[in-house]
């Protein structure tokens, strides 16, 4: 595994151009060489310790370095052709396909997941809400709702409430 690890390196820091992976500078060049070295051994098998202890840094800043890479090479064309040039190269993967939309279709799209969204939400709502009243309570209840419907103004619920309530409290 030890000579695998030095193609690796080699080849980062030819890919990188910089001259020692392990040297102590935080440029983007040095900072992406070590972040795509970090990924591309962790998808070889190696422990984040191992990793680590190649280039000089903790188990931590290997985590930082595999979170933070794949999200870098969203916004950072040269860093995607350079990472996917050591992917392809040693985890014989192809390059990401890099797909182009039109903002008119991006904006259709979300508001059509919105949508859909909005409908599952409500689907979810309904089937979880229960009845308040079945069959069996509205043939129990049905004359009493007749009579509070017909005798209750409209405005008035509230004070029928308080009613009711009040009579049920004494029994």
């Known amino acids: 595994m030890e000579n695998k690890n030095n193609q690796v390196e080699e080849f980062i820091t030819k890919l990188f151009s910089i001259d020692d992976i392990r040297k102590r500078v935080r440029t983007s060049e040095y900072v992406n060489a070590r972040m ?4 591309i051994m962790r998808k070889l098998g190696l422990s984040l310790t191992q990793i680590g202890k190649s280039i000089g ?4 800043t290997i985590i930082h370095y595999i979170k933070s890479i794949e999200s870098y090479i969203k916004t950072d064309d040269e860093l995607l052709k350079k990472f996917n040039n050591a992917k392809k190269e040693f985890l014989n993967e ?3 396909p890099v797909v182009v939309v039109d903002n008119s279709e991006l904006l259709f799209e979300i508001n059509s997941l919105k949508d859909k969204i909005k409908s599952l939400n409500l689907e979810i709502y309904n089937s979880q809400r229960k009845p308040e009243f079945n069959e069996q309570d509205m043939l129990r209840f049905g004359n009493i709702f007749k009579v509070i419907k017909q005798r209750t103004k409209h405005g008035d619920e509230y004070k029928v409430f308080q009613k009711l309530n009040s009579i049920y409290n004494v029994l």
């Open 36 to 39: 795509t070295y970090a990924y």
């Open 57 to 60: 840094k903790d188990h931590s």
């Open 94 to 96: 192809k390059e990401d």
